[in-house]
């Protein structure tokens, strides 16, 4: 079963358009859950152009199904997801001036700072997922630096998708069948769509969940929150929806 979790960053970009409290983050994430949402994940960024750090605190109140915090772990990231002690951290190595994340982490190169990381973050109970690109090398790394999970980085695979969804799904396929091997659990994350995500999940049954933002609040605005959810969830394998 793949368990969907919704990326709320761009309903605090809208709020943040004017700078009041609507739409109010807070009642978004509970009326996600009461939809059908089996997670909610959010990504603060330095410049808190979207989601605040205070937003994070704020949630964590109220969120009852698998809280995931994604996020470059910088000093101030690690210290807010310590303090929160969500089901999940996923780490992401996002440059500080990047429009969103463009990239997994090189896992062979950066395999101290990670292994440090995972450390941490498990002394306080919190599952680690990191960041990676559909590469078996960067999987092997992953594995090696102690993480939990990994989240496979997709935009590579909704950009090919259109035009050959079986070469664009196949890197994804063999990144996935060696972390089942090496015994790590699997998440996915980054342009899946209405349009991609059933294909992706039906080639990848390891998958445990997805985490979707951009493109599920732009369906909203044509067929409404609730709807919206409900038609992400058919798209995945899901008890009593297939
Ligand atoms: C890690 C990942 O792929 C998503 O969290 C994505 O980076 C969303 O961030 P933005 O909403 O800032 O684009
Ligand atoms: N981890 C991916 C995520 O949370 C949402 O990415 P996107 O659907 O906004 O591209």
Redesign the pocket.
Known sequence: MTRL?V?I??IATIRNARGGNNPNLVQVALDCERFGAQGI???PRPDERHIRYQDVLDLNEVVTTEF?I?GNPDERFIALVKRVKPAQV?L?PDAVDAI??NAGWDTIRYADHLRRLVETFKEDGIRVSI?VDADERMVEGAKAVGTDRI?L???PY?TQYPENPDAAVAPFVRAARKATELGLEL???????LENLRFFDEQIPELKE????????CDALYFGLENTIQMYLRSLSQPGFM
């Open positions: 979790s990326n960053n761009k994940t959010v990504h995931n994604e996923t992401v969103t994340s960041f989240e980085y997709t935009e909704a998440n996915a994350g980054h342009d899946l769509s997805v985490s979707i933002g951009h493109a599920l609040v």
